[in-house]
T-cell receptor, first 114, second 110 residues
Framework: DGGITQSPKYLFRKEGQNVTLSCEQNLNHDAMYWYRQDPGQGLRLIYYSQIVNDFQKGDIAEGYSVSREKKESFPLTVTSAQKNPTAFYLC?????????????FGSGTQLSVL | RKEVEQDPGPFNVPEGATVAFNCTYSNSASQSFFWYRQDCRKEPKLLMSVYSSGNEDGRFTAQLNRASQYISLLIRDSKLSDSATYLCVVIVYTGNQFYFGTGTSLTVIP
């Protein structure tokens, strides 16, 4: 079955540590996105990529980094510069063409600080 | 001003009730509109697209009003299983940006 796989489901970060969240899709979608969700704040865009080897900052990119070396994969690194990383992280993808933009989400990663 | 605004609720309604949510958007260039459902600590899932002509899927009806820049979701004959957070999503084609409302919480009470 096609879909988006995020791992791990739960992740704990120690102070000063970088951690990487995995996102893989087999939907053959061009566009991929990372969102952060905090209680009562909805989804906020961290980074997005519309094509391999290209990505753009979203609204809250500071303290995060991404790569898009393969169409299927869009990992997110939460760096030590992100001082408040505790949140629910959602990866999503879409076909990326106008008129066919539905977003499909992975099951999310809950990141907490030790 | 936020791109998309939703009343966060919570809406607590008895089983069988009809409930409606509205969502307003600020960018008149917005092109596509959706309602997503999100259960606690799960990913959002597409509920339905929203068209100017209105569309219905069983107990759910979605409507778009471009003149007033809002979309609505009507749920008839509420079920306990409808309890969730409902997110409206607006797409502006420039930059292929998706804008999310903060979500409206619905609890259906037996």
């Amino acid at each position: 079955d096609g879909g988006i796989t995020q791992s791990p489901k739960y992740l704990f970060r120690k102070e000063g540590q970088n951690v990487t969240l995995s996102c893989e899709q087999n939907l053959n979608h061009d566009a991929m996105y990372w969102y952060r969700q905090d209680p009562g704040q909805g989804l906020r865009l961290i980074y997005y990529s519309q094509i391999v080897n290209d990505f753009q900052k979203g609204d809250i990119a500071e303290g995060y980094s991404v790569s898009r070396e393969k169409k299927e994969s869009f990992p997110l690194t939460v760096t030590s510069a992100q001082k408040n990383p505790t949140a629910f992280y959602l990866c999503a993808s879409s076909i990326g063409t106008a008129g066919n933009e539905k977003l499909f989400f992975g099951s999310g990663t809950q990141l907490s600080v030790l | 001003r936020k791109e998309v605004e939703q009343d966060p609720g919570p809406f607590n309604v008895p089983e069988g009730a009809t409930v409606a949510f509205n969502c307003t958007y600020s960018n008149s260039a917005s092109q596509s509109f959706f309602w997503y459902r999100q259960d606690c600590r799960k990913e959002p899932k597409l509920l339905m697209s929203v068209y100017s002509s209105g569309n219905e899927d069983g107990r759910f009806t979605a409507q778009l009003n471009r003149a007033s820049q809002y979309i609505s979701l009507l749920i008839r004959d509420s079920k306990l299983s409808d309890s969730a957070t409902y997110l409206c999503v607006v797409i502006v084609y420039t930059g292929n940006q998706f804008y999310f409302g903060t979500g409206t919480s619905l609890t259906v009470i037996p």
